[in-house]
């Protein structure tokens, strides 16, 4: 999951009230972001398609 919150104190907030009473979640483990140096998340699948393509 990528979250984007105001501060820590919110984010305590969420984990405590929003995902900690959901069944089935047995631990969270969380990590921060100190500078974003590439904010995406699509996968260049076609270049691989294509030079995969190529090779054959």
Same mark, same amino acid.
């Given at each position: 999951? @990528? *979250? !984007?919150?105001r #501060?820590i %104190?919110h /984010?305590?907030s /969420? &984990?405590?009230? =929003? *995902? +900690?009473?959901?069944? +089935?979640? @047995? $631990? *969270?483990?969380s $990590? /921060? !972001? *100190?500078r =974003?140096?590439v %904010?995406r =998340? %699509?996968?260049? &699948?076609? #270049?691989? &398609?294509?030079? $995969?393509?190529? #090779?054959?």
């Amino acid at each position: 999951m @990528k *979250l !984007v919150i105001r #501060d820590i %104190d919110h /984010f305590q907030s /969420f &984990l405590a009230e =929003t *995902l +900690g009473p959901v069944l +089935g979640i @047995k $631990s *969270l483990r969380s $990590s /921060f !972001v *100190l500078r =974003t140096v590439v %904010d995406r =998340t %699509d996968l260049p &699948l076609i #270049d691989v &398609l294509v030079r $995969s393509a190529s #090779d054959i």
